[in-house]
């Protein structure tokens, strides 16, 4: 069975950095674009970066440019969000999300940035 599990939110203070993994299991990881998105509480849930199969193209949303980085490690079934100079608008779930053929969501991870 396909399962995509986070790891790696938690509680951060402003100017601060985290690591978010998403791995798989189940499936041919090497396949799948792989994105992560968030969604913060009472709004919608946003697109924050996208890396293609072979991690020869990554996309990020205006808000997180030049201070998030997204990468990937298919020989361990892995994609990855480093968030640096975190700010309270960065607290949220974060999604990893899975896309070849069909796609697949993880069940989240909590982020929250406060002092």
């Known amino acids: 069975q396909a399962q995509f599990v986070e790891s790696g939110g938690g509680l951060v203070q402003p100017g601060g950095s985290l690591r978010l993994s998403c791995t798989a299991s189940?499936?041919?990881?090497?396949?799948?674009?792989m994105s992560w998105y968030r969604q913060a509480p009472g709004q919608e849930r946003e697109l924050v970066a996208a890396?293609?199969?072979?991690?020869?193209?990554?996309s990020y949303a205006d808000s997180v440019k030049g201070r998030f980085t997204i990468s990937r490690d298919n020989a361990k079934n892995t994609a990855y969000l480093q968030m640096n100079s975190l700010q309270p608008e960065d607290t949220a779930v974060y999604y990893c999300?899975?896309?070849?053929?069909?796609?697949?969501w993880g069940q989240g991870t909590h982020v929250t940035v406060s002092s």
């Open positions: 189940g499936v041919t990881f090497s396949r799948y674009r």
């Open positions: 890396i293609s199969s072979a991690g020869d193209s990554i």
């Open positions: 999300h899975g896309l070849w053929l069909r796609q697949y």
